[in-house]
Each structure stands twice: as C-alpha cells, then as structure tokens.
C-alpha cells in the first residue's frame, strides 16, 4: 500500500510541478491553482483555478491550454477538468464552457428591449 501512495504523491506532485513550470502566470496574476482531485485508475485530474483567475476573460483559454499540455506531458493523465469559481463545468469532453466577458452595455443577442438594464450612463 506504500507504494501505491508515494506513486500518487508522485503524481501529484509532478502535476504540480507542471504547472507551476508551464503557468507561472497563473500566480504572477494574482491567481492560484490547485488540484482538486486525482484518479489514477480513470487517469483523470480536476483542478480548480482561484484568486485572480475568477471572472478573468482569458481563463477559458489558460484553462484549455492546461488540458491540451497536461494530457500530452504526464502520461497518466488521460483526462483534465479544470474549473473556475465562474462556470458549472469545464471538463475535456464538454464543450467550450460558454464563458466569455461581459461588459456594460453590451448587448447578448435576440432582442434588445427598452427595458432591459444597460449598466450606468457615461456623466458627461
């Protein structure tokens, strides 16, 4: 049974290594990343981006870039869901996750009405 945790701790910490060497800008931003959970035998991690990296209009691509480096990098790992405290689910099977920045004013699609609220007029 030692084995089989010190191969876990192993893999854990190469993840983590991987992404302290790969992301640095994931801290240097303010952000943080940790791993949620490992499962050696399905060959899938979950990591959780926080700090900065909530509400940020670039963690959707930080977050696919992750995927697609990670499965490539540590053999094991066959699948990566990575998530932000702004989404329900972002996992390597699913889609593009729908999140995008949004800013006042700015209009989602279908049809603008007069009573929808645009955010705050400009003072001047």
Known sequence: ???????????????????????????MHGGSAAIEEIDREEGSVTIRLGGACSGCGISPMTIQAIKTRMVKEIPEINEVT??????????????????????????????????????????F
């Open 1 to 27: 049974m030692s084995t089989d945790t010190e191969d876990a701790n192993d893999l854990r910490e190469r993840i983590t290594n991987f992404l302290r060497r790969n992301f640095p800008q994931i801290q």
């Open 82 to 123: 990575a998530r932000t405290g702004m989404e329900q689910q972002e996992g390597m099977s699913g889609g593009s996750g729908g999140m995008s920045p949004s800013f006042p004013g700015e209009s989602r699609g279908g049809d603008v009405g007069g009573d929808e609220d645009e955010g705050p007029e400009a003072p």
